[in-house]
């Protein structure tokens, strides 16, 4: 086993556990830091595909600012542990193992007919120059109906979460009436 | 090296969780957190491609699946917000206002 391996099965060891836990847990902190941690496993993983700059903003926008973001509303919103709610007996009965053959036979028609070739580590590094090239030349137009996209969602939010009570503001005022 | 395969499969397995929470959880909050899940799914196999066939622009596109889902965050969670003002819940099975 090479340490590529050994390093790709840790971090991916992490990462599956990380998104269980954040099935099993009720709270939902601890489902907010157990997907902290499958981010951080990710970027590892990022790392080992030689894309460091990919690595380093996926640590940044998404462990960093979304994370926050949503660890904030939880304790803004006091969220406690989730209800419980039955599901169907048939669906327990037959879902659970028809999607354990499901994954079984596409992760077997994946892992054989993809031939043998390996991703090379570090083979293709993504440095934050070639990707700013690609970004400001080819893909300038889908970067600007990004930032457009962004803006829209700022005032979105910003409108969204207002209070009720200010005059014209927040969709929240027509059901309290 | 390791076989692009591995890095399929692990992203299918991180897409799958993200689907299991997104029809399970009940807590309006955990079932956004299961999209954020599909989401670096989709980014793990973009740059597992990126890189076996040597396109720099998987990359790039993990950055607009990046800003895509910051502003799904950002609206998504003044939404919860709205909801939890007018409802006083985060239980997705008491929203049922559109429900038939």
Redesign the interface.
């Known amino acids: 086993m090479?340490v590529?391996?050994i390093l790709?099965l840790a971090f991916?060891i992490v990462?599956?556990a990380g998104?269980?836990n954040?099935?099993v847990q009720r709270h939902?902190i601890n489902?907010?830091l157990s997907?902290i941690a499958?981010?951080a496993a990710?970027s590892g993983?990022?790392l080992?595909?030689?894309?460091e700059?990919?690595a380093a903003?996926?640590v940044i926008?998404?462990a960093g600012?979304?994370m926050v973001?949503?660890v904030f509303?939880?304790m803004?919103?006091n969220?406690g542990v989730?209800?419980?709610?039955k599901?169907s007996r048939v669906a327990l009965l037959f879902g659970v193992p028809g999607?354990l053959l499901g994954?079984l036979l596409?992760?077997w028609v994946?892992?054989k007919h993809?031939?043998?070739?390996?991703?090379?580590?570090g083979?293709?590094p993504?440095p934050p120059k070639?990707?700013a090239d690609?970004?400001f030349h080819?893909?300038l137009l889908?970067f600007e109906i990004?930032s457009i996209?962004?803006l829209?969602?700022?005032m979105?939010?910003?409108v969204?979460?207002s209070k009720?009570s200010v005059p014209g503001g927040?969709?929240?005022k027509k059901?309290?009436d | 090296?390791?076989?692009?395969?591995?890095?399929?499969?692990?992203s299918?397995?991180?897409f799958?969780?993200?689907v299991?929470?997104f029809l399970?959880?009940?807590?309006i909050?955990?079932i956004?957190?299961?999209i954020?899940?599909m989401l670096?799914g989709v980014?793990?196999s973009f740059?597992?491609f990126?890189?076996?066939w040597?396109v720099?622009?998987g990359?790039?596109f993990?950055?607009?699946v990046?800003?895509?889902?910051?502003?799904?965050?950002?609206?998504g969670?003044?939404?919860?917000?709205?909801v939890?003002?007018?409802r006083e819940t985060?239980?997705i099975?008491q929203v049922n206002l559109l429900k038939l």
């Not at chain 1, 989730?82 to 709610?85: A, G, S, V």
């Not at chain 1, 993809?114 to 580590?121: F, K």
């Not at chain 2, 990046?66 to 609206?75: K, L, Q």
């Open positions: 090479s590529h391996l790709f991916g990462a599956v998104a269980v954040l099935l939902p489902s907010a997907l499958v981010m990710l993983e990022y080992l595909l030689g894309a700059f990919v903003v996926q926008v998404y600012a979304i973001l949503f509303v939880i803004l919103l969220a989730e209800e419980q709610t599901g999607m994954s596409v992760a994946v892992l993809s031939g043998t070739e390996a991703v090379m580590a083979a293709m993504g070639a990707i690609l970004l080819e893909f889908p990004t996209l962004i829209i969602a700022i979105g939010s910003v969204l979460a009720p927040g969709p929240a059901v309290n | 090296m390791v076989p692009l395969s591995y890095y399929l499969v692990l299918g397995i991180l799958a969780c993200g299991t929470g399970i959880k009940r807590n909050i955990t956004f957190m299961s954020e899940l670096n980014n793990l740059v597992a990126a890189a076996h040597h720099l622009a990359q790039v993990v950055f607009f990046m800003v895509v889902a910051a502003a799904e965050a950002a609206v969670l003044a939404i919860i917000i709205a939890y003002r007018t985060l239980n099975d």
